[in-house]
């Protein structure tokens, strides 16, 4: 099984900082990597998909970069609505693996 | 708009089996296909497997394989997990969510097993 590494586990920052959020596969994934945020008691939220693409609705403040094995999840500009879990999800081979999560909190 | 509405909680006792379903609405449920995941409490996602609703073909994480069973009715476009032999390490919300970039998801189904 491929496994995701996800870093950090946990996140403080303020309201305004720009935060990074890495997912690191354990052997070539080519784009195939899509990040979620979830909140409390909520169902994860598909943000981007394909490494890069931004899903529909989802604020232009999230940007989602890499390929092969090294993936990072970009906040520009953090707001209060971004407290949350973010995973990310690689979906090029089976079984489906996720990444164990960070959790981002206001500072 | 798109939805994927899961059947409510479920407490069951070690042993027994438990069926859960996730009706879809607001798009062909034919047109893709159904994912299951689980969420143990407090911890991350486990993919589970995926039924093509249109094919009834299914593709199942080994580690899940001898326990989950996946179906789907096309006349209410509703897919159903059946879950079997529980323990207590099955206790956890189990999600459906629709395509190969699990777009939408329903809103969990909490499963507690508990003599």
């Known amino acids: 099984d491929i496994q995701m590494t996800q870093s950090p586990s946990f996140l403080s920052a303020s309201v305004g900082d720009r935060v990074t959020i890495n997912c690191k596969a354990s052997?070539?994934?080519?784009?195939?990597l899509n990040w979620y945020q979830q909140k409390l008691g909520e169902a994860p939220k598909l943000l981007i998909y394909?490494?890069?693409s931004l899903q529909t609705g989802i604020p232009s403040r999230f940007s989602g970069s890499g390929s092969g094995t090294d993936f990072t999840l970009t906040i520009s500009s953090l707001q209060p609505e971004d407290v949350a879990t973010y995973f990310c999800?690689?979906?090029?081979?089976?079984?489906?693996?996720f990444g164990a999560g960070t959790k981002l909190e206001l500072k | 708009q798109v939805k994927l509405l899961q059947s409510g909680a479920a407490l069951v006792k070690p042993g027994d089996s438990v069926k859960m379903s996730c009706k879809a609405s607001?798009?062909?449920?034919?047109?893709?296909?159904i994912h299951w995941v689980k969420q143990s409490h407090g911890k991350s996602l486990e993919w589970i497997g995926y039924?093509?609703?249109?094919?009834?073909?299914?593709n199942y994480n080994e580690k899940f394989k001898s326990k989950a069973t996946l179906t789907v009715d096309k006349s209410s476009s509703t897919a159903y997990m059946e879950f079997s032999r529980l323990t207590s390490e099955d206790s956890a919300i189990y999600y459906c969510?629709?395509?190969?970039?699990?777009?939408?998801w329903g809103q969990g189904v909490m499963v507690t097993v508990s003599s």
């Open positions: 969510a629709r395509r190969s970039s699990f777009d939408y």
């Open positions: 607001g798009y062909t449920f034919t047109d893709y296909i």
């Open positions: 039924i093509n609703p249109y094919s009834g073909g299914t």
């Open positions: 052997q070539n994934i080519n784009r195939y």
């Open positions: 394909n490494a890069n």
């Open positions: 999800l690689q979906h090029n081979s089976w079984p489906y693996t």
